[in-house]
């Protein structure tokens, strides 16, 4: 796959003698979003730091792009609530990165009142366009979004998948996300890794969300949860106005296979 960013195969990990991660085969290509959804506990988190090369495997191999640049967007962040620190000096906490920059990064988030703002003022959902700013600010070819719409209301949440996708549109970059929000982010991702500690199934979400080890995990009701179709022929810009045609859909025809997980007893 020329094109890929990075790939895992046979990567597993233990802790304490109990199997955290178990042969996991994963790869991400540039424009293509793929999410990690599973239970907590699931080992979406180990799998992330193994991304992320901060946890080495205990098996397996984790091959990246030679000199990939990445942006991370952690789950959450914690500040202390003394710290005198503005949206603005946080993003220049990143090399390089001046007052214009900043405010670039901000304005293709959405978020751009905020430069001046104290952090810890912001809103759950400011913070989260902030977090999604700075990982843009390393200009990645890999965008790794551990839970990006943490802590924000359902309409937000949304509108921060809708800005997800158009940033992939823009950048053409890779993402590997990692969310629960399985009703909103299964209709704005390319392929779906349901995973619980090994790969239960992955491929195309309309495939995923009728396979057997993904309601074993979420209930029965889970299928009904996690599609719905739409279909674009536009795309609208971070205030909601129709600006283009839409440069890619999410409308995945049903002949697309999805893959069982080797250790899965699902058939």
């Given at each position: ?188 991702t390319d392929q779906v ?25 979420f209930g029965q009701n ?46």
């Open positions: 796959m020329s094109d890929a960013l990075i790939r895992l195969q046979g990567v597993s990990v233990t802790r304490s003698g109990q199997s955290v991660l178990d042969n996991i085969q994963l790869s991400v290509s540039s424009g293509e979003i793929v999410t990690l959804i599973g239970p907590n506990g699931a080992g979406k988190t180990t799998l992330v730091r193994a991304v992320l090369g901060l946890l080495k495997p205990d098996a397996g191999d984790v091959w990246r792009k030679p000199k990939l640049r990445v942006g991370y967007m952690p789950q959450k962040l914690h500040v202390d609530p003394t710290l005198p620190l503005s949206v603005l000096r946080f993003l220049r906490l990143v090399p390089g990165v001046d007052r214009d920059t900043a405010l670039a990064a901000l304005v293709e988030v959405g978020a751009e009142k905020v430069i001046d703002s104290p952090l810890q003022g912001i809103s759950g959902g400011e913070m989260q366009r902030v977090l999604l700013a700075r990982a843009l600010l390393r200009e990645p070819e890999l965008l790794v979004l551990d839970e990006p719409v943490q802590g924000v209301d359902v309409a937000g949440q949304a509108e921060l998948y809708a800005l997800i996708t158009q940033l992939r549109n823009r950048h053409k970059c890779g993402v590997l996300m990692v969310s629960h929000d399985l009703h909103l982010v299964m209709s704005t890794v349901c995973l619980n500690r090994h790969v239960c199934c992955s491929g195309h979400p309309e495939q995923v969300s009728n396979d057997p080890a993904f309601v074993e995990l889970a299928p009904s949860l996690a599609i719905y179709h739409h279909h674009h022929d536009h795309a609208h810009d971070l205030h909601g106005e129709v600006c283009q045609p839409a440069e890619h859909t999410h409308d995945h025809p049903p002949a697309h296979n999805h893959d069982h997980g080797d250790s899965c007893k699902h058939g």
